[in-house]
């Protein structure tokens, strides 16, 4: 176990304009986890309640994520989040959420979790995921994500825990909302200045953007014309570009921008099915073939003179 | 002459949050050769009014702009566009447009225009477009442009237009209005079905995709903190691209990547100063140094197994 994942796991009910699926396994530990997995030993930390089917504890078994951390409310219910997409699935529309046993989360890193160097906060309350952070013991780099609930609502305890990140990595309207400023290299330099050495901005189909405080470095989404559900995207993202970063040697530039395009490629695999169909079912030569796509749509050939 | 571009001369009002500007040289034919004439020798077909300064004539003659396609009416006024941004200046809103001269612009292919192997449709009406077309002798590439307006109402003179072109250059607005598709690699296959070896789709600030019938390939923007009017850079990005082209011996995947890259680069130009301040008065080292900040902010090092 090198890799702790603190978020939520939850039960999707979701309607694309073409498709819809209910109570599918979700939530950030559940996508993050599984595309980590691919790269490293990441344990996740949520609770669930006891309706959550056991076929769905057995997915995330298999995919060889620790569920030590994983608490289970036996007589509570699982998180609920239903929502769907319309035209170019770009933004989800929220019909209902029910935090039900996510309501009281707390989070407890188990003994054996506290000394794993990787550490990714996914999205819950900031005051959580700075009680995370005084549980674990000094990890090596720290990813935090979070959303625009919490940029509106509880801003100064939210810039505590990007002071103590690492990494930041937001969307484009969640930069933008935190700074003020409308310009993202400006935003991102803002961020910078709150001490992380990198900051993720991420833009849906647009790709994604790296800023650290003297390099810029940017990847375009792959042109998918079959996306069927852009739940998770984000997550798996986040996933499976830390899950790549545990395996570098240095945590210099390079390795960033090499986990970007995992965490890229990742997500180009969730978006192609609901729920982690797609995420768990990646052989190695899926992830090398996508990545080889990934790599030749942002070769620029050299200038001759 | 080796590169033919036909659009508007204008006279251009800009207010952005921070400057204004008054009857500044705008206009696509203005902003398109500016930017080609640090690679190729441009001519332009447009028309002015005799309230044009000798100024800008001279600006555009320094520039090696030739200006025998360039009609003047001398009791007639210049094409005036006034507008203002606000927040990001992602998007223009326009004041006034007083059409003048260009209501009644009907371009004529100077004799010593015709035989060029490169032409750029800028955005006009597409049956001038297309008589433009008949005008010229078997263009080795055409590069054709338009806007919201015509796609709107007059689609089926533009699809005339489209299948006429080698490369369809427009913004992820237009490629979905024009197509219907939400998402833009789907817009992009509609589009190549036309007959175009290549369209380009344009993402503002997020930067700009090239797609081909097997291909796919992505840029970002540079990452500027200093954009002071983003007026013209669609245009400016359009005449780099094609200039660029010229130089080319084939016009294979290769040139066509090369020649976005130098688009965009000289879009950055464009966009930290008024008008064609910036990108009238640049060296050869400016461009070649930008290129190496592009080329370095999308360099993906190589994954180590």
């Not at 290299?185 to 050495?197: I, N, R, S, V």
């Not at 800023?211 to 792959?222: C, E, K, Q």
């Not at 192609?272 to 996508?290: I, M, N, W, Y």
Request: with cysteine; charged share 20%.
């Amino acid at each position: 176990m090198n890799l702790v994942i603190v978020g939520s796991v939850a039960l999707d009910t979701i309607e694309t304009p073409t498709a819809k699926v209910e109570r599918a396994l979700g939530g950030t530990a559940t996508y993050a986890s599984i595309a980590a997995s691919y790269f490293a030993s990441p344990g996740i930390v949520a609770v669930v309640g006891g309706d959550l089917e056991r076929r769905h504890i057995s997915l995330l078994k298999r995919c060889g994520v620790d569920l030590e951390g994983l608490q289970v409310v036996p007589n509570g219910k699982t998180f609920h989040w239903s929502g769907c997409y319309e035209g170019d699935m770009h933004q989800a529309v929220t019909r209902e959420t029910q935090l039900n046993v996510f309501e009281s989360f707390r989070p407890t890193i188990p003994e054996s979790y506290r000394k794993a160097p990787f550490l990714f906060l996914g999205n819950i309350q900031p005051d959580l995921q700075l009680d995370v952070l005084d549980q674990m013991k000094k990890p090596r780099l720290v990813l935090c994500d979070t959303m625009n609930y919490w940029i509106t609502s509880q801003p100064e305890r939210l810039e505590k825990v990007f002071r103590r990140s690492h990494v930041i990595c937001v969307n484009d309207a969640e930069a933008r909302m935190f700074t003020g400023r409308s310009s993202l290299p400006k935003a991102a330099q803002d961020l910078l200045k709150l001490g992380p050495q990198r900051i993720i901005i991420k833009l849906g189909g647009y790709g994604v953007q790296l800023y650290g405080r003297d390099s810029f470095f940017a990847l375009p989404a792959l042109p998918l014309t079959n996306v069927k559900d852009p739940t998770g995207a984000g997550d798996t993202f986040a996933g499976g570009f830390i899950g790549r970063l545990t395996t570098a040697v240095r945590l210099n530039e390079n390795a960033f921008r090499q986990a970007l395009a995992v965490g890229t490629v990742m997500a180009s695999f969730c978006v192609q099915d609901f729920s982690c169909r797609r995420t768990a079912k990646l052989g190695p030569a899926d992830v090398k073939k996508q990545l080889l796509s990934l790599r030749r749509a942002v070769l620029l050939p050299h200038y001759p003179g």
